[in-house]
C-alpha cells in the first residue's frame, strides 16, 4: 500500500510532464538520491528517466583461485641416510634435514641446504656433547668401531688413515762406516734410514732423532754458523701480508701482459 501511495503522485506529474519533453529540448535526469528514496521498480513508465547502470557478474572463478590448493610436489627424500655404527667414507650423506635439527660433529660437516656428510672414513655416531652446548644433537664420524663420541677435550688426538700411534724412541741410530745412503735398517719395528761414512777425524755428528745424509747437515748448519737468524713470524703484521699481497698481484699481472704479448706477436705473423 505505501508503494502505491507514492506512485500515484508520480504517475500523475508523468502524464504533464512526459508529452512537453517530447516536443521540448530534454532536461537533465533527476538526481538517483531522489529516485532511491522512493524505491521505483524497473517496470514503471518512470523508469526511462533513471541513469544507466551497468553491472559486470564474474563468470568464472580466476586461475590462480582455481589452483591454488591442488599442488601436491613430489617429496625430497629427508631424514637419516646412514645409522649409528655404519661405516662411511668421506663425503657420504649421513642426514638431510631442513633446519639444524642435528648438527655436524667431530669429522662430519654441514652443506649448504643443512645436510650433514662425512669428511673422514670411519663409524656414524648420534650423540650429545654438554661441554659445547647443553640441548643440540650432533652426528659425527669415529675412527673405532667400538669408539665412542665424544672425545675428551685433553685426550690425544685419533690417528687417520689407519695409522696406530707408537711410542717415540730417542736412541740415536748407530752408524756403520762404508754403508751406501740408500739402504734402509729395521731396528725395533721402526724403519732407519742410513748415512754416509762418518769421518771419525772430522768429528761431525747427527743430532738425535735425524736421518738426513751428513751434506745436508751441514748446509743446514750453514746459517747457524754465519750467525744469520730470520725474524719470528708475526701474524698480526698486517704490512708485511699487504706487501706480499701486492707482490703476488703485480707478479700476475707481469705473467698476463707477457702471456698477452706472446698471443698479439702470434696473430700478427699469422696475418703476414
Known amino acids: 500500500m505505501l508503494q502505491h501511495r507514492l506512485l500515484a503522485p508520480l504517475r500523475v506529474l508523468e502524464r504533464a ?8 529540448q530534454p532536461i537533465s535526469r533527476p538526481p538517483p538520491s531522489i529516485l532511491l528514496r522512493t524505491n521505483i521498480s524497473a517496470s514503471t513508465p518512470f523508469s526511462n528517466l533513471l541513469p544507466f547502470f551497468q553491472v559486470r557478474h564474474a563468470s568464472h572463478a580466476t586461475q590462480g583461485t582455481a589452483n591454488r590448493h591442488s599442488r601436491d610436489p613430489a617429496g625430497k627424500r629427508l631424514g637419516a641416510k646412514r645409522t649409528g655404527g655404519e661405516y662411511v667414507v668421506p663425503g657420504c650423506i649421513i642426514f638431510r634435514q631442513r633446519g639444524t635439527k642435528w648438527f655436524p660433529g667431530e669429522n662430519c660437516a654441514v652443506g649448504r641446504d643443512h645436510t650433514i656428510y662425512a669428511t673422514e672414513a670411519g663409524y ?10 647443553p640441548d643440540r644433537k650432533y652426528i659425527g664420524v669415529c675412527f673405532e668401531k667400538d669408539g665412542k663420541l665424544p672425545t675428551p677435550r685433553n685426550a690425544p688426538t685419533r690417528r687417520k688413515l689407519n695409522r696406530v700411534a707408537v711410542p717415540r724412541s730417542d736412541e740415536v741410530p748407530t752408524l756403520i762406516a762404508g ?3 740408500l739402504v734402509a735398517t729395521i731396528e725395533n719395528g721402526t724403519m732407519v734410514s742410513s748415512v754416509e761414512a762418518v769421518n771419525a777425524e772430522s768429528g761431525s755428528q ?10 745436508n747437515w751441514q748446509i743446514g748448519r750453514a746459517a747457524e754458523k754465519a750467525g744469520i737468524t730470520a725474524k719470528a713470524y708475526n701474524p698480526k703484521n698486517r704490512w708485511l701480508a699487504w706487501r706480499k699481497r701486492q707482490a703476488r698481484a703485480d707478479r700476475a699481472a707481469q705473467m698476463k701482459s707477457l702471456k698477452n704479448k706472446k698471443k698479439a706477436s702470434k696473430k700478427g705473423k699469422g696475418a703476414r
Open 17 to 24: 510532464i512526459v508529452p512537453t519533453l517530447r516536443s521540448s
Open 124 to 133: 656414524v655416531r648420534y650423540y650429545l656433547d654438554p661441554e659445547r652446548h
Open 179 to 181: 754403508q751406501s745412503d
Open 206 to 215: 747427527l743430532r738425535p732423532g735425524y736421518m738426513y745424509r751428513e751434506a
